[in-house]
């Protein structure tokens, strides 16, 4: 029981105090690539969410299964972005063959999120502070999370951006930095809450 | 020789990384919080860079092109453990201030849109200069952030007080939310000063860099004094003006500022006119220590 | 010896999950029927939507699932419908040829303002300021967000309203979707009458803003033999597989809302085909021929106000132009 009020708590504070974007600043390029509509801004983070779940375990399992054994843990960098690159190959076949309706939504996502460093930097993490499987996975999904409602809520705002009349030289990714600095401001709120 | 001089200007301005291309957000964003941190980070992915350029260069006629990606992820993050252990080695403080954003140096889009665009078409040589000129780029970019943000946050560079004692330092450049509001208004600056070199370029069509930039400060800049020549001009307006874009070169590297001067980029450096009065303060803070 | 071991293990690595995922690509492949790709060459290639799927090639993979008819793109027509049939070996459906129409014709000067709007040009942008400036809930705002995405440009803003010039639409749809108000409807190309207004609220309250506004009062209903038109929320509808092309409605509605298109109702005026017949005629009687069709016209075919008033300001500015250039030199 305690160690799923933990766990609860640790996800809450995934999701909310080390948002993946706007405290960790992971996962960045998405971000700004993928947030002009809701919709595909949710698309994206779906995939996410799913490529960090399955991920966090895979990479959970490799290291401890065979690099610590082996004494080849500094090699993890490699060993982790070989894994994610074949876990999102076999995840958009997986996809293809038997929900193709999820591959419809995800499908254009996902070769994009090998370079996505939401989902390296959250395999990374899990090993950093030692986690244990059921963390692992249980963080991996609530950073997901906290990045998909991050790009959604930009998104959001992005769309009302689209009628604001902004000096020349702020409109484009100026303007949208910008509004993206004064949603961090308004989570940084958050960092002063400590769940422990 | 011209053409490699030109390459780096290039990467460095024309098409700068961050500011332009808007290529490898996270760690601009997150290493930038202190100068070193930001050199170390620039060097480091520096350094990646012209490695996996060279070595994916070599490798670009045995490579499939089926699995290209994964070979140059693979061979990023190969040399990416070698940076990452040569720091820990080394330069251990750096290392401990930026723990995973090394690592993550692997997913850093510049490294894998440069192997992917320019590496997997091109000779040895060029591709080094190509990664030299992106790295100092990314490197400059990086320095810039970094400087406005700990002057205006922390009232240090590079560790040193500067600031007089009265000055309170503004937090918020430190944080999280510093990052997105500096880059943004960095950001606007490139915009208007290309904007202007854009006007410059087409009202002034072919100008010849010897006479047509004098005549153009002493017009549209009304200085006090006179130029009498090409280069007091330039050295007046170096130091009296200044741009994001101008200061990697100051920053970063002397040679093509002066070798490659061309009436874009002169121009360049009287715009800070034109940008709004946010911007100008920022520069100014930030040109005090350049 | 570590590096060999080091080398060793991750060859093993790199086996391991290669094998993997040639192994995957095997068990997961998924058997594309050829005849996707030979209908999506077949189609137009426009990726309008307007056939209802996610662009041409989705349609194709519905019409080879069976999930849509051979005759599924509004815009390919019956050709492109017969190439489908051709390639999926059955029989030609029926392409009904759609046209987009504005379903509003409360103009400047008859439908009143809310407010003076003084944002963005753009419907979407005046939707969000209490639903834009005219005091119709479901009246055409007439910033033309549909003008601008029509991939044919056959809409134009005329007085306010959005106006879609059917010889040039080919019912893609684009502009149904656009619409904040939701008031671009499609129906068949050969419509010969449309309701021109949207609104859902009942009549006595239409009545107060808008002099082009349906107020339900059932006329049509009643003078309509084939009973092709229903009232429902205070708003006339035609459902066009019923209508017979008599036109009476048009001729009884009191608002004058409900249009006719040029000879297509028996009885209305067939105006067109007056010309026509004119055109054997000397040059002379042609001309008479010509303003004797067009007077009908004007009273029947158009709002009744639009026209005359169009034309009449355009004279009014063409006049002091003139004497303006006459002054000049």
Redesign the interface.
Known sequence: MEQLINILLLMLSSVLVQNFIFSKFYGICPFLGVSDKPATAAGMGMAVTFVITLSSAATWA?YYG?LVP?E?TF?KT??FI??IA?LV??IE??L???LPSLY?ALGIYLPLITTNCAVLGAALINIQNGYSFLYSVAVGFAAAIGFTMAILIFAGVRARLQ?A?APKSFQGMPLVLISAGLIAMAFSGFSGINFF | MNKYIKQLKEGIIDQNPTLVQFLGMCPTLATTTSVSNAIGMGLAATAVLICSNVFISLLRKFIPKEIRIASYIVIISAFVTAVELLMKAFFTPIYDALGLYIPLIVVNCIILARAEAYASKSPVLPSAVDGLSMGLGFTAALLLLASVREILGAGTWLGIRITPTAFEPALIFILPAGAFLTLGFLAAAVNRSRAFAAEYAASHPKPSPIEAIPDEFVTEANDTEAPSSDEPAKSTEESEQDTSVDNPTDAADDTPSEDADEAADDTERSAPEMVSGADAAEHTESEDDL | MDIL??LL??AG??MV??L??AV??K????KVDPRIPEITDVLPGANCGGCGF?GCSACAEAIVSGAAKTAACPVGGQSCADAIAAIMGTQTGTVTRMRAQVMCSGGHDNAKQKYLYE??H?C??AM?LGGGPKECPNGCIGFGSCALLCPNHAITVENGIAVVHADKCFGCGICVESCPKRIIKLIPFDAPVHVGCSSLDRGSITRTYCEAGCIGCMLCTKVCESGAITVKDSIASINYDLCTHCGKCAEKCPRSIIFVEEGKCTVAPPAPQAAEDAQNVTEAIREDAKQNADAPLQTKDTPADTVPQESSTANEEAVPENTENADLP
């Open positions: 490799v065979l082996l080849l090699l490699i060993a070989l894994i074949a190959q076999l076949m997986f293809k063959r038997y419809q009628f009349d | 071991f080091a293990c991750f690595i790199s999950l290669g993997m995922l995957a690509s068990i997961f492949a998924v996610a944002g963005p753009d979407a942008a969000r």
